[in-house]
């Protein structure tokens, strides 16, 4: 005598975007490692890259508890506020780190690093954080 059974497959849900934004953090960070400017002059260009890849790291964590439209209209790109929300066990940077970020975010939430302003220019970049801080900061938060 042989037996009939249902198997009834429901439907699943997995959370992708933790992943996709962690893996292009990941390619701004590399593509931050690997550009070199043949031009002397000063370029936003790589503080742009790092500022992305953090933002982007950011965004990957708050993804594992909440959606994309709501990671999207809480934090925007304001890295200060995406890193002041994290769980506190994911709060690591020192004052002295904490002051980079802001020195950046300062920049890079009102697209400062996307668009040339006279202003920069003519104070010779003065409000722009060190580079090679920025550069470790990036390096401590977004893993390789």
Known sequence: M????????????IN??????RKWARQFKLCRNLFLSHDPGFSPVP???NCRAIELEFKARHLETQNQR??????G????RSYQHLPNNQRSLTPAELKILQAANNIY???????FSVSNAMSA???FPDLGA?????NKLVPT
């Open 16 to 21: 992708l975007s933790p992943h996709g934004f």
């Open 77 to 80: 790109h304001n890295l200060e």
């Open 47 to 49: 503080y742009f890259l």
């Open 125 to 127: 970049y003065k409000g």
């Open 134 to 138: 920025l550069d470790a900061l990036t």
């Open 2 to 13: 042989s037996a009939n059974y249902v198997i009834n497959a429901e439907a699943g849900h």
């Open 70 to 75: 709501e990671v999207k209209d809480k934090y």
């Open 109 to 115: 939430k009102g697209k400062g690093f996307e668009y």
